[in-house]
């Protein structure tokens, strides 16, 4: 079965620390990798995403993601943490548009980031 | 605003009760997708749509639950007899156009409270 596991509820920084959300997944084939940011009484924002090519991707608001094949790992990263990071972020992963897939999400369950001043 | 819009942005029922869900998709995208949110938890696909065909919905769409997009432009998701147990935030999210690697955009819910 296809899944998606982010092994830390919680994650705590102080600010203008590095920050590290961990994600990995179990899923057949050559999915796609989506990270999404959630918050309060908001919908999912998209963040980035890995398709193939470079390992690392850069993406919104300072945020960057390090695909990881034989881990099957997909962490997200910031080299300082800003108080207003605060939030609940999620990874995804999405199989690929053929075989009759239809691009549905698969989401972990979610790490809320805590950045302290 | 030219985002995912969803209304209402919250519902509260009584159990036994109909409720029904809308959401108007960013408007060139042709893909539609319905995932539900309890506390605690990731979104859970529901269902799925390509223009106006419902082609993918997910064991967790009782018969009880019904989708539609008529004319491939908003959507609705109707829950019958509602129960407790589908307290939940409803979300929506549309994508653009098939063959290419898009992200899905989120409107921002519907939070659904039986009581």
């Known amino acids: 079965a296809q899944s998606v596991a982010q092994p830390e509820d919680q994650v705590n920084v102080a600010e203008g620390n590095p920050l590290t959300v961990k994600c990995t997944y179990s899923?057949?084939?050559?999915?796609?990798l989506f990270w999404y940011v959630q918050y309060p009484n908001r919908g999912l924002q998209f963040l980035l995403k890995?398709?193939?090519?470079?390992?690392l991707v850069k993406g919104s608001y300072g945020f960057e993601a390090e695909f990881n094949k034989s881990q099957t790992s997909f962490h997200l990263k910031k080299p300082s943490a800003l108080v207003s990071d605060s939030a609940l972020y999620f990874c995804a992963v999405r199989l690929p548009l053929i075989s009759g897939n239809t691009g549905k999400l698969i989401f972990g369950q979610g790490t809320t980031l805590q950045v302290k001043p | 605003d030219t985002g995912v819009s969803q209304n209402p942005r919250h519902k509260i029922t009584k159990r036994g009760q109909n409720v029904t869900f809308r959401c108007d998709p960013i408007?060139?995208?042709?893909?539609l997708y319905w995932y539900r949110q309890t506390l605690g938890q990731g979104p859970e696909f529901l269902t799925y749509?390509?223009?106006?065909?419902?082609?993918?919905k997910s064991r967790l769409l009782s018969d009880r639950f019904s989708a539609e997009r008529p004319k491939g432009s908003f959507s609705t998701l109707e829950i019958q007899r509602t129960e407790q147990g589908d307290s939940a935030m409803y979300l929506c999210?549309?994508?653009?156009?098939?063959?290419?690697?898009?992200?899905?955009?989120f409107g921002p819910g519907t939070r659904l409270t039986v009581t």
């Open positions: 899923v057949s084939g050559n999915p796609y």
């Open positions: 999210a549309s994508s653009g156009t098939s063959g290419s690697i898009n992200e899905q955009y």
């Open positions: 749509f390509q223009n106006e065909a419902q082609l993918e």
């Open positions: 408007s060139e995208h042709n893909r």
């Open positions: 890995y398709i193939t090519g470079d390992n």
